[in-house]
């Protein structure tokens, strides 16, 4: 009953908003032809429609035959309702101004009071505002999900043995398969993790939405990443079907098996709860592969103390996290000898500002650490932006990453 009154909610604030930038609309069309009248009234209303009749239709659609067109609708009634509100916010400020001018007219005019029309000029603005975030989440498809940028950072640690010395880590984090619409694109940014030609490659999990199914088609394409001390890869909290239904917990159990067994097709080390001491030379570094841990409402199926044992005597560690909150909560006050944590998960929202060295998102209100390289003391950690996406199929100023950790002895 709940879903339904909250249906029932939605619906209503929806159509509250579309008849409030109706209203905009038709006033600036009002001395236009009559054709034009209708032509622009016919078109806002279909645009309308189709976006408020595929949220309708969207649970009837299998998510696996039509998951493209689930996706497809989801992303175009976001678009529409996020530029719809945008144009409801200067309207509403707009109709402020008008009552504080009705308001004030008791006060300092002899005549009955009226309520000014609306100004032209705002009603122009109010489109104009919602024609940027229409315009900025349209790019962000079009060009921000597949465009793969190369983050290089160098960490110093007296722990690292000489062997190691300059060793090339690459991390890739949150591909998330289930969202992908272009194989040529994914594809593409395999070649360019194959081109940093790393001596280790790294994946901090969520390689699916939802369920294993997702990342079939694409087993393939990544499974031409490869690395002379190999790919290493471990799960994050989307990777074990939490968000979806299951018929029992048999069949979720069965599908989690599936996606270890994807792993080791494409020949990724998949590490649960467990670690790998890399030797080269003589020497050795530890590599610990740790099941999700996230802090709050987060799944917590990583067990630390069990990931960590047996590598105490080894001098330099470097641990695979998905969640960077897992960093403050457990790994530094209890861990403090884990050199180096590799996280992802936080996506940087899809959305922010990077210029030079100045980064910010939504997501920093979320997440301490959402983004690039931190250290305290002599603990590193580095926080993947994410080589996929979800919910929504783009990126805007956050794009896709691809990490190159050179790791150098002090």
Same mark, same amino acid.
């Given at each position: 009953m709940?879903?339904?009154y909250?249906?029932?909610?939605?619906?209503?604030f929806?159509l509250?908003?579309?008849?409030? %930038?109706?209203s905009v %609309?038709?006033s600036l069309?009002?001395?236009?032809?009559?054709?034009?009248?209708?032509?622009?009234?016919?078109?806002?209303?279909?645009?309308?429609a189709?976006a408020?009749g595929?949220?309708?239709?969207?649970?009837?659609l299998d998510?696996? !035959?039509?998951?493209?067109?689930?996706?497809?609708?989801t992303t175009f009634?976001?678009?529409?309702?996020?530029? @719809?509100i *945008?144009s409801?916010?200067?309207?509403?400020?707009?109709?402020i101004?008008?009552g504080?001018? #009705?308001?004030?007219q008791?006060?300092?005019?002899?005549e !009955?009071?009226?309520?000014?029309?609306?100004?032209?000029?705002?009603?122009?603005?109010a489109?104009?505002?919602g024609?940027v975030?229409l315009?900025?989440f349209?790019?962000?498809?079009?060009?921000g999900?597949?465009?793969?940028?190369?983050?290089?950072r160098?960490i110093?640690?007296?722990?690292l043995p000489?062997?190691?010395?300059?060793?090339r880590?690459v991390?890739?984090?949150?591909?998330?398969?289930g969202?992908?619409y272009?194989k040529t694109?994914?594809?593409?940014?395999?070649?360019?993790i194959?081109a940093?030609?790393?001596?280790?490659?790294? *994946? !901090?999990?969520?390689l699916?939405?939802?369920?294993?199914e997702?990342a079939?088609? #694409?087993?393939?394409?990544?499974? @031409?990443i490869?690395?002379?001390l190999?790919?290493?890869?471990t799960?994050?909290?989307?990777?074990? &079907?939490?968000?979806?239904?299951?018929?029992?917990l048999?069949a979720k159990?069965?599908?989690?098996?599936n996606?270890?067994?994807?792993h080791?097709?494409?020949?990724?080390?998949?590490?649960?709860?467990?670690? @790998?001491?890399?030797e080269?030379?003589g020497?050795a570094v530890?590599l610990? &592969?740790?099941?999700?841990?996230g802090?709050?409402r *987060?799944? @917590?199926?990583?067990d630390?103390?069990?990931?960590?044992q047996?590598?105490e005597?080894i001098? #330099?560690k470097?641990?695979?996290?998905?969640?960077p909150?897992h960093?403050?909560a457990?790994i530094r006050?209890?861990?403090p000898?884990?050199d180096l944590?590799?996280?992802?998960?936080t996506h940087?929202m899809? *959305?922010?500002i990077?210029?030079?060295?100045?980064r910010?998102?939504p997501?920093?209100?979320?997440y301490?650490q959402?983004?690039?390289?931190?250290?305290?003391?002599d603990?590193?950690?580095?926080?993947n932006?994410g080589?996929?996406?979800?919910g929504?199929?783009?990126?805007i100023g956050?794009?896709?990453?691809?990490?190159?950790?050179?790791?150098?002895?002090?």
């Amino acid at each position: 009953m709940s879903r339904i009154y909250f249906l029932i909610f939605f619906l209503f604030f929806y159509l509250l908003i579309d008849i409030y %930038v109706f209203s905009v %609309v038709r006033s600036l069309v009002s001395d236009s032809a009559i054709f034009w009248r209708r032509s622009a009234f016919i078109a806002y209303w279909i645009f309308s429609a189709v976006a408020l009749g595929g949220i309708l239709l969207y649970n009837q659609l299998d998510p696996h !035959t039509f998951r493209g067109l689930r996706l497809f609708i989801t992303t175009f009634f976001f678009i529409n309702l996020v530029a @719809k509100i *945008f144009s409801s916010l200067v309207i509403f400020g707009e109709d402020i101004r008008r009552g504080i001018v #009705y308001i004030s007219q008791f006060f300092t005019s002899s005549e !009955t009071p009226t309520i000014p029309g609306r100004s032209e000029f705002m009603g122009k603005a109010a489109l104009i505002a919602g024609a940027v975030p229409l315009t900025g989440f349209t790019f962000g498809i079009i060009s921000g999900a597949h465009d793969y940028r190369v983050k290089k950072r160098i960490i110093q640690s007296a722990n690292l043995p000489k062997t190691f010395d300059g060793i090339r880590l690459v991390q890739i984090s949150d591909i998330h398969t289930g969202s992908f619409y272009n194989k040529t694109a994914v594809s593409g940014g395999v070649d360019l993790i194959n081109a940093q030609k790393g001596d280790i490659v790294l *994946f !901090t999990g969520d390689l699916v939405n939802n369920e294993s199914e997702e990342a079939k088609p #694409y087993l393939d394409i990544f499974k @031409k990443i490869k690395a002379p001390l190999g790919v290493h890869s471990t799960m994050g909290n989307h990777d074990y &079907g939490d968000y979806r239904g299951w018929s029992s917990l048999d069949a979720k159990q069965k599908d989690i098996e599936n996606l270890h067994d994807m792993h080791r097709y494409m020949g990724w080390n998949i590490m649960l709860n467990e670690n @790998k001491i890399i030797e080269v030379d003589g020497e050795a570094v530890a590599l610990l &592969g740790l099941e999700n841990w996230g802090a709050g409402r *987060f799944s @917590k199926y990583g067990d630390l103390p069990k990931t960590y044992q047996g590598i105490e005597e080894i001098p #330099y560690k470097i641990l695979m996290s998905h969640d960077p909150s897992h960093w403050d909560a457990q790994i530094r006050p209890e861990f403090p000898d884990i050199d180096l944590t590799l996280a992802g998960h936080t996506h940087g929202m899809q *959305f922010g500002i990077e210029i030079g060295d100045f980064r910010w998102s939504p997501s920093k209100y979320m997440y301490k650490q959402w983004a690039d390289l931190y250290r305290e003391g002599d603990q590193y950690l580095y926080v993947n932006r994410g080589f996929g996406y979800i919910g929504y199929p783009g990126r805007i100023g956050i794009l896709p990453e691809i990490t190159v950790l050179e790791l150098k002895r002090a």
